[in-house]
Nanobody, 121 residues
């Protein structure tokens, strides 16, 4: 059984910073992609940032230059450093991983439960 557990959300003032973490657990052979998505009330879920197994990254236009994604392949953990936060960054942030694991199916996409980020003006 694979699980993604997120942490680090909370309430912060505009201009502040937060760091999100997402750890994958289970018998995991490799992780191809790890990323962060967010969903604000009444809006579709959108990609915030993603990182591939080779270290290449991509970011949503609205967060470029403010957010940074990184991963620890030993710990099967992905991080999202969020700086210069704005009220429009308020959303539930979800972690996603595409990985190979020991179990039925052997590979697939997994999502975390989500963590709330609220930025006050």
């Amino acid at each position: 059984q694979v699980q993604l557990v997120e942490s680090g959300g909370g309430l912060v003032q505009a201009g502040g910073s937060l760091r999100l973490s997402c750890a994958a657990s289970g018998i995991i052979f490799s992780i191809n992609f790890m990323g962060w998505y967010r969903q604000a009330p009444g809006k579709q879920r959108e990609l915030v940032a993603g990182i591939n197994s080779d270290g290449s990254t991509n970011y949503g236009d609205s967060v470029k230059g403010r957010f940074a994604i990184s991963r620890d392949n030993v710990k099967n953990t992905v991080y999202l450093q969020m700086n210069s936060l704005k009220p429009e960054d308020t959303a539930v942030y979800y972690c996603k991983a595409n990985l190979f694991y020991l179990g039925a199916g052997g590979s697939g996409n997994y999502w975390g439960q989500g963590t709330q980020v609220t930025v006050s003006s």
